[in-house]
């Protein structure tokens, strides 16, 4: 056999193993996807990954531009609607959230409160119970209101509606604590209120006298928290809360403006759990609010369900959980969608990464040897030999 035909040989068993390494690599590529458990799609609309009929759940949106956020909330809130939720936006200062709502919904369709639209009121339309109850409920450390408070708050409410007035929020945070009984004493004498209304109310604030600081103290806080967005007495006829605008079948937005005003966020999740309790199904999206700024948040985190779908959005949610792994991990496990973007903190990637999971990466590793011989005559040797090695790799 001549030289050129060895050449021949030994390059043919040269390209026959190469071809060998590249099938055995493609192999090793697909298996690395199939076991990724990744779908890859063509470019898309954000908007297309909702579906109108799909069932809602947690979802978190998390990373990446503010706008890609928005419109990922506003197609949330649009299924929702379709599906007969009712939905409750909590912000910070999102002008961007309110525009795209509004843009998208129709302003007749939402109802926004902020600094420019101050028309929000906790208290209007609610019965003495409801109110005395919602307080209590959104106390939070350093402002609690122990039981007999709420003897307190019912005298406060039956004197007002004694004199043929609808309670109000302003009205509780403005009392005149000292000189209450005096008040009620010189309402009877002028024939305002009866006796035995006077008696009734005041035997109300007595069995109630011992929180009246505490009660004083909650509203002083909640009025310096809430200020910016709550009613006053010549908007009443425009005010509104989460039970008034979920009953007209419209959207309740919301900027509590800072995640350090804890009673005013508490009092908005505690008005979602009287509709909760009435049977109503609720998206409640929460847009670059801390967990920890409220005690309530943490637990309607807790319990949110099917009844509850709790939207988180932030350009980083893992951030928004304070680091606490155990809330965090519990909400994205019961989480039915997220979508995660660019994060600026390789710890929250990770925190993410590992959420997503692992996977056995198959790699292939190859060894090759080329020998010369000219003893005799011209011969060229090649061997070459391949090993699979498995390994755990994040998605």
């Known amino acids: 056999m ?33 076991n990724q458990g990744i779908t890859h799609y063509q470019p898309s609309q954000i908007e297309a990954f909702f579906e109108d009929g799909e069932q809602l759940g947690n979802m978190a949106f998390s990373g990446g531009e503010n706008g890609h956020r928005v419109r990922s909330i506003v197609r949330t809130i649009e299924c929702a609607c379709i599906q007969g939720y009712g939905v409750v936006v909590l912000h910070c200062a999102n002008q961007s959230l309110e525009q795209g709502i509004v843009h998208y919904l129709g302003s007749s369709n939402v109802s926004v409160i902020n600094h420019s639209n101050r028309i929000y009121d906790p208290f209007w339309g609610l019965t003495n119970s409801d109110i005395s ?23 406060i ?16 945070i403005g009392c005149p604590h000292l000189t209450l009984i005096d008040k009620v004493n010189d309402a009877e004498t002028k024939g305002i209120i009866s006796s035995n209304e006077a008696r009734i109310i005041i035997s109300e604030i007595m069995q109630g006298e011992i929180e009246r600081g505490n009660i004083e ?48 966020i508490n009092m908005l999740i505690n008005e979602v759990g009287s509709l909760l309790s009435r049977g109503y199904r609720v998206l409640f999206v929460v847009d670059n609010i801390q967990l920890l700024s409220s005690e309530a948040l943490q637990a309607l985190n807790e319990r949110s369900g099917s009844g509850c779908c709790l939207v988180f959005s932030s350009d980083d949610v893992y951030a928004s959980f304070g680091g606490n792994d155990n809330a965090f991990f519990s909400f994205i496990g019961k989480a039915s969608k997220a979508v995660i973007s660019k994060h600026s903190s390789a710890y929250s990637c990770q925190k993410w990464s590992d959420i997503i999971g692992s996977y056995d990466k198959h790699e292939i590793s190859n060894t090759y040897a080329q020998n010369t011989n000219y003893f005799g005559r011209w011969g060229l040797g090649s061997t070459q030999s391949a090993n699979v090695n498995v390994k755990r790799e994040n998605i």
């Open 217 to 264: 103290r909650f509203f002083t806080n909640f009025s310096m928290q809430s200020g910016a967005v709550l009613s006053a007495k010549a908007d009443l006829c425009r005010a509104t809360n989460i039970g008034i605008t979920i009953g007209q079948n419209r959207i309740f937005m919301i900027d509590v403006l800072s995640n350090t005003n804890s009673l005013l």
């Open 2 to 34: 001549g030289e050129n035909s060895l050449e021949l040989l030994g390059l043919a068993a040269a390209l026959i193993n190469n071809h060998r390494t590249k099938k055995a690599l493609r192999r090793l590529q697909q298996e690395n996807m199939a």
């Open 133 to 155: 109850r919602l307080v209590l409920s959104s106390t939070s450390k350093g402002y609690e209101i122990n039981a007999p408070g709420r003897y307190y708050l019912d005298g």
């Open 157 to 172: 409410s039956d004197f007002i509606r004694a004199k043929k007035l609808q309670p109000y929020c302003q009205m509780y």
